[in-house]
């Protein structure tokens, strides 16, 4: 209240024609009076980069900027600070995080949305907590704790500007989630939100597609073995029983077309002491009518809803730090050992590290039961325990065959084993002999199933059909009813360099490894990492650096090898394939104009069958004025993988030139242009096409009518060639087949102070050209089914698809 009358009263008492420093864009500023152009350039950058200004003092810093300028503001301007008491509008925008190559994942983004509302007190924070955060280094984060333990709090978040060893780049990405606010330990200030999100025809390829593309294969396979065109004999599967199996899976999945996707989701707490929060969802065509809590009967309430997820955390009680009871997300280490997102790590080493509650959408890896986080003194340690239902692809004599992440879930494989997970992580912080962030770890896991896992491929093979079922990462697969893993770890920092690393073994002796290394400053950085996997470590919650999913290039992305099309699904298992390899990235600026922001090399060579492979990806951005700015990126990879009788190997090269500015004070304005180009080994069952290619034009325009009020468009015209393209739109990513067109509007309004709301729309229309098909000699043609007299012609497919998406945020 004091603030807001004390706002009141500087707007109240200053000039009305005074311009507030904090929101004035470069040509506001080089209006003023005794401000050139180049000045009012520098002054709105640095006022940019610092988050606004404190006091009009600060601009001394400013290059260029001498007494008689700073006189000649402080006549004609005034420094307004933000509103208090209002939701941050970058919580509208943290989930277009997810619409990045290298996605940070729905875990962190949830996390950081959680920070924005709340902030981290960085008086109590440690480089443990502040490495959590998006893009900051282990570098950054010991850096901010050595200031801390030397000199003491700090007043002010920018007082960490000077830092040593903490960078700019690291500054910036940290200042939105931490605040110098005292944790609340002795009051009971209740606050919260509720989150709905309703989901319908998202409009993008990789849901309509998947989901029609199950049911497709499974009327593929039920046609073969109704035509006998499927040979089971010398098999142990039952064809007549497979067929019966079949026939009920995609009854079950049509029950799901047109189901739209929604979500509810409420969290509260008590000041810093007690946190709590529950979870109700549906995903977009998904079945439900299964449990959602183990054991327990929900009557109507599942066949509702096809996901739940609760919590109740305790915090801050003497040396435990934490105490998580029901749903709770925890990585430690580099996630060799455990990290139970649902998505893999590619080629990213940062993760939301610790331990939290979770009413994220990941089913599979959930953690339910106990959880808990205890500091005393140098020691950091975790225990925890869960009991959770897991889904598996079952064998056709019931017996578990192998785990399995169903998209599009099925009641034979839905819930079919119950897994007990305990183990423990305790950390060793030798910042008080050693550098700050020195530390060392040694960690232990116990996983057990219900029933015992009895991998077989006879099960899953279609017998007869010609095709070798060669799959090692699945054949390395042991029967067993669990695994018990070991874990080290290390990290040091020494000035502006970290080195961190972690080796995991399971009882079987298989093992992983992952050893990293930053060097940084303001201006340029390098990373350097080296992994390990081998091919059968196992473990369902690694979640390490890699190019690859375990099961990618195998034969679970032939569907129409495998008894039941449904287990294709296991090609999203997300942990890393067993590979061996050596990463560099980069970045590093050369001067005000000319930006490298990314430039990587990943050598790694792929276990199963010891093939080499490479990636390169650069970028170069010429920024022509600080709101224009131009960048070029290429990426090229080589990749070989196993084939039916000889290895092939795919080269792949992808050309885009983006141009990104703000033409006014209050809009940004993306352009982007993409080739892309694949060449193939020639093949003559397909006509030895050796190149494919497609390519797009895209643009996104974003207008500020208000604080409170922007609007998001975009739009994309691509054509393609055999090669499918992707690209980033809103918050997730979208493929292209075909060609055509798209378009969606995005509105992000702040309804009020506590309430807040993000409506997209979308139509994307695709064009499928079938060509090839008519043949002029009558004894080559084909004909449709039953029309003997009707030839088969060449035509072309249109799909028109709409999605709408609308998320309401209610805060208090």
Known sequence: MASSLLLALAVFLWPADRLDLNSASPEEIGALEGVSGEQADSLHRYIYLMGGLENIYQLTEVEGIGPSELEALRRQCILVPPEPDRLPPEVLDVMEKLASEDSPGDAAVAEWENLLVRPLPVNEATSWDLRSLDRVS??????????????????????????????????RNMRDFVSTRELDLSSLKLFGSYRMIVEGGAGRDSDEEGYDAALDNLGSALFEMSTGGADYSGSPVDSALLYEQLQASREELLSARGVTGFTHRVSGGLGDRMRGGVRLARGRLSTAGHDLFRDMDMGEVSNRFDQAKAFVSLHHLGPLRQVVLGNYRLALGQGLLVDNSGELMYRRLERPWGLHPDLTSTRQF???????????????????????????????????????????????????????????????????????????????MSIAYDDSLFPDADYLDVPNDGYYWDCPEYRSLEATDGMTLLGVSGQTVVGPMSLEGELSRQ????????????????????????????????????????????????????????????????????????????????????????????????????????????????????????????????????????????PTTSRTHEYTLRSFFLPFAHDYFDVRLRLGMVELTPNPLYGDDRLLSGGYLSARWEHDFSDRLSVLGGTTLWTTDGMSQWEFEDTGIDFLDGDGTKFYLTFKNALSDNLQLRFRVLRKDTFYPRTGLYRPDPE?????????????????????????????????
């Open 780 to 812: 080559d043609q084909f004909h449709y089914q039953g029309d003997p007299d009707s030839a088969v012609r060449d035509f072309g497919d249109h799909v028109t698809g709409y999605g709408i998406r609308c998320q309401l945020d209610f805060r208090w």
């Open 507 to 646: 009882d079987d002796g298989a093992s992983a490894f992952l050893i990293a290394s930053r060097w940084q400053n303001d201006y340029f950085y390098l990373t350097a990492a080296a992994r390990h996997y081998d091919l059968g470590y196992s473990n369902p919650y690694c979640r390490g650096f890699s190019e690859q999913k375990r099961y990618d290039d195998t034969v679970f992305e032939k569907p129409y090898y495998l008894t039941d099309p449904l287990v294709s699904q296991l090609q999203e298992w997300p942990t890393p394939k067993p590979e061996e390899g050596v990463y560099l990235e980069s970045r590093f600026q050369v001067s005000d104009q000319v930006v490298f922001p990314k430039l990587y090399l990943d050598v790694w060579r792929s276990l199963p069958y010891d093939f080499d492979n490479h990636r390169f990806q650069g970028e170069v951005e010429y920024r022509a004025d600080f709101p224009v700015r131009f960048r070029l990126k290429y990426k090229y990879q080589s990749k070989t993988k196993m084939h039916d009788v000889v």
């Open 138 to 171: 282990l570098v950054d984060a010991a850096a901010v704790e050595r200031r801390l333990r030397s000199i003491g709090p700090v007043s002010s978040i920018r007082s960490l500007r000077s830092v040593e060893n903490l960078s700019y780049y690291g500054y």
């Open 366 to 444: 959930a953690l339910t039961g106990a959880a808990v986080e205890a500091r005393q003194g140098p020691f950091l340690g975790y225990g925890f325990l869960s009991s959770s239902s897991r889904d598996a692809i079952l064998s056709q004599n019931g017996v578990p065959n192998v785990p399995a992440a169903m998209q599009y879930r099925c009641g034979r494989y839905t819930d079919a084993l119950i897994e007990t997970t305990y183990g423990g992580y305790c950390f060793a912080d030798l910042g008080g002999i050693l550098p700050t962030g020195t530390a060392v770890g040694l960690g232990g």
